[in-house]
Structure formats: C-alpha cells, structure tokens
C-alpha cells in the first residue's frame, strides 16, 4: 500500500559482519555462517546454520544462543522467535577437544507481518497556541501538560486544552532547546534535545527538583511510561527507543522499531497505550504503533489532512504531540505552531 512506503526507507535485512565477541584464534578456528529460506529474516522463519570447522576440530558439541538466550538448534536449523525484534547476536559456543570457543555473528530480526493502515475520525477541535513549538503533550488527572521547543523560546506548560488558555508556565534556559515530557508520581520529566540533559519538575509548582543526563542514547526526542512507572521510553532519532530506570534515569535497555522490510529511525514523540507506543513520525504526518515489548511496528496511522486545517501562515511547522485522554478513550494530536488541537479516535482503514 502506498502510504506505509515511507517506512521502506532503508534495505537492512541481514547484517552479517563484525563479530567483535571473536577474538582472532577463535576466528581462525570456526565461523557461523546463516541462511534462510527467505530474503527477509522475519520473525518466525526457519534459519539455518552451518559451523566451519577450519581446522577439523574434534567437536564434542555445540550451545547455541540468541541474544544471550539458549535456543534449540535441530538438524542445523532453528525457528526464529526472538524476544527483541532488531539487531540481535547469534551466538556458538564450541566444546571441543577439552577447550571451548564462542564465535557469533549479527543477525536483523524483522516483524513477521507489514503494519496495518489506520486513519482518524475528528471529534473535536480546541484552539491551540500558534506560537508553541509542540514538543510533548500528555495528560495526567485529566489535565493537559505540553512542552515546546526551540532555544529562547522553550517552555512547560499546563494547559485548559477546551480554550488553548495557559494555566501555568515555565521557560527553559535559552540555552536549552526542550523535548519531549512525561508525568509520573506528580513529577514532570521532560529533556532538552542536543545539550545531552533532561530536568525533574514539580507537577504543582513547576519547581525544578532535579536534572539527569543521557547516557547511551545520542539525543532527547520523545518520553512517555508504564502505566504502573517502572519504565520510561525515550527516543532519540535512531531506531531505538530507549529503556529508562525511573529511579535513576539510567538507560538500562531498548527495543529497535522495525517493520517486516526494514530497520526504521524516525519515532519522534511517545504515548503509551496499552502495551503499545504510539509514536509520531519525524517530519511525516503520520504515527507508528509499536509493539512496547517486541519493536515491531505493527500499525501506521495516516494524519493527512490534518494540517490543510490549520491556519497558514510563515511558521507553520509538521505534525508532532499526540497525548492519550483515559477518561474519553480518544488521542489528541497537533502540530508546531498549530492553532488547533485535534481530539480525534483510531480506526483500521478500508
């Protein structure tokens, strides 16, 4: 279909190269090499697999493990059911002649099916500040939180999103370009996007408490949670979506966003809905829904249109900030320096 093409943006089926885990006697004693029956290594194909025993070993036997987990291998194949969808590490562990030898090579494990098409039905339309660079929105208690971007001009904001009125407010130093926001426990946690830091708010009083800094990850992009807080998510321009310790901050884990064809890097702002990440997509007028557990991107939702809305004028920017409202069940989505907020409900398209 052709409106999901944009996520085919990159061929990256098969990533058979630098086994970093070698070191160079092991390497000069066995290798793996990986076939399947398909082009794509989807989850659910066979893979086959075959050791090199460069200098005829006696092999005693073989464990095998994917991503540091133990897998069955029969007859030299497997069935590929990877707990992470992504860049994953297969690994042999050799015994052999009373010595053993761990050779690995990278594999890209893709989502077994191409994301379904959705679009969106308006419920509503509330005004919405045309000077707001949008970088977050949430709600929390049924209120609406909002974050906005751009170096002197960045805030948090707490918003009465039925007249666009601004309830409270703070400016970020002009230093700081702002980024995503999620609320956990009465506390705002919201990044900047390329100084490598993010700030701890006070839901109430907008009171800095704290500040943390990234770690692994190369930007601040979009935040969203758990609903029971015990993980953050947080992307950052890559295919990864980071996992973060809610207590430190730390980013402890990640998932990579893939479709059935490709690799994809382009999830900007986050919300959190029942096991699923709903993720704008960087400069498109569209959203993901990312499987939270696996990676896989499991549906695309179309938001053209959306835009032809808006007043036209010189500084209107591309969609981004989708928020989840639990009382009514619906999203609320606009766009940097929008004047409107759409109140809108998901539905598989025809």
């Not at 005829?56 to 987990?69: A, F, R, V």
């Not at 191409?114 to 970088?135: F, G, L, M, R, S």
């Not at 609406?144 to 309830?167: A, H, M, N």
């Not at 402890?252 to 064809?261: A, G, L, M, R, W």
């Amino acid at each position: 279909m052709y409106f999901y093409k944009f996520l085919i943006i990159s061929f990256l089926v098969v990533s058979i190269g630098g086994c970093n885990s070698n070191n160079s006697s092991e390497k000069k004693l066995f290798s793996l090499k990986i076939s399947s029956d398909s082009k794509k290594i989807q989850q659910g194909n066979v893979l086959k697999i075959q050791l090199e025993n460069k200098k005829n070993k006696e092999i005693d036997s073989i464990s095998y493990q994917l991503h540091g987990k133990r897998i069955n291998v029969t007859n030299n194949s497997f069935k590929l059911n990877a707990d992470k969808l992504g860049i994953q590490k297969l690994e042999a562990t050799v015994y052999f002649e009373g010595e053993t030898a761990t050779v690995s090579e990278n594999i890209t494990v893709l989502a077994s099916q191409a994301p379904k098409v959705y679009t969106y039905e308006i419920i509503n339309t509330y005004p919405h500040d045309i000077k707001a660079y949008t970088q977050g929105l949430e709600f929390y208690n049924d209120t609406l939180y909002e974050s906005t971007g751009r170096k002197g001009i960045s805030s948090l904001r707490k918003v009465d999103y039925k007249t666009g009125d601004i309830l409270n407010k703070i400016d970020l130093d002009n230093s700081y370009f702002g980024e995503g926001i999620t609320i956990i426990n009465n506390k705002v946690y919201m990044l900047t996007w390329q100084a490598g830091k993010g700030f701890v708010y006070d839901l109430n009083t907008f009171e800095q408490l704290d500040s943390f800094t990234y770690n692994q990850s190369k930007e601040g992009w979009g935040l969203t949670h758990t609903p029971d807080g015990k993980k953050i998510y947080k992307s950052d321009g890559s295919d990864k979506i980071w996992i973060l310790n809610p207590d430190t901050l730390v980013e402890e884990d990640f998932i990579e966003t893939v479709t059935n064809s490709s690799v994809f890097n382009k999830a900007n702002e986050l919300e959190y809905v029942d096991g699923k990440i709903y993720a704008n997509v960087y400069l498109k007028d569209s959203a993901m829904i990312i499987d939270a557990k696996t990676g896989a991107i499991i549906g695309v939702i179309d938001f053209r249109g959306l835009k032809d809305k808006v007043k036209q004028h010189a500084d209107l920017d591309v969609l981004n900030g989708i928020a989840y409202n639990p009382t009514s069940k619906t999203f609320f989505v606009t766009g940097k320096n929008w004047d409107k907020m759409f109140e809108v409900t998901i539905k598989e398209k025809e």
